[in-house]
């Protein structure tokens, strides 16, 4: 257990929805990560968060979008979904940034129908 | 851009035979380079890691090797075993802290 909590484990939506992931960092941990797994695209950074801020940004797609709360967990919301969004998404925590371990969460596992 | 080639995309040894997968970075910035291992529908697993001061790691049967200048650095598993069987990622780090990933290679390891 790497201490990085996701929720929930499995989403299953119809195209058009939106849908909301949840992660709670590890105790002590400042930065949020969050990555998509595809079996097509391998593990894709999407966005990451330190402390409250954006910090970096990858292909996340304008439908997507993430914030990171006074708490430090983290939530990234998909939007008018497509059969294309389904995929592994990760989240990954760590102390702060560059150079620091990252440790992921469960991930979830999201199926758009 | 900011790529990581890894190599190959399967591996197939016999169990106590060594495995190696290598990694090449574009980015000459990039100063870690974290190695994960992951099982079918789990998370990935950091393994081991080697920062750009330093040239070699060792963990027990788990070796990281970095060329800084040819922008390369390799995972070598020694004495491998049937639990060794999984995917493993190698990353390249860089601006914060995003993990730029390889694709990944299948690790087999025949009893």
């Known amino acids: 257990d790497s201490g990085v909590t996701q929720t929930p484990k499995h989403l299953i939506t119809a195209t058009g929805q939106r849908v909301t992931l949840r992660c709670s960092p590890r105790s002590g941990d400042l930065s949020v990560y969050w990555y998509q797994q595809s079996l097509d695209q391998g593990l894709q950074f999407l966005i990451q968060?330190?402390?409250?801020?954006?910090?970096a940004k990858g292909n996340i797609l304008e439908r997507f979008s993430a914030q990171q709360f006074p708490d430090l967990h983290s939530e990234l919301n998909l939007s008018s979904l497509e059969l294309g969004d389904s995929a592994l998404y990760f989240c990954a925590s760590s102390v702060a940034g560059a150079g620091t371990e990252q440790f992921f969460g469960p991930g979830t596992r999201l199926t758009v129908l | 851009g900011e790529n990581v080639e890894q190599h190959p995309s399967t591996l197939s040894v016999q169990e106590g035979d060594s495995a190696v997968i290598k990694c090449t970075y574009s980015?000459?910035?990039?100063?870690?380079f974290p190695w994960y291992k992951q099982e079918l529908g789990k998370r990935p697993q950091l393994i081991i890691d080697i920062r750009s001061n330093v040239g070699e790691k060792k963990d027990q049967r788990i070796a990281v090797t970095l060329n800084k200048t040819a922008k390369h650095f390799s995972l070598h598993i020694t004495e491998t075993q049937p639990e060794d069987s999984a995917v493993y990622f190698c990353a390249a780090t860089h601006q914060g802290g995003k993990l730029i990933f390889g694709q990944g290679t299948e690790l087999s390891v025949k009893p």
């Open positions: 968060y330190y402390n409250g801020e954006e910090r």
């Open positions: 980015d000459s910035a990039s100063n870690y």
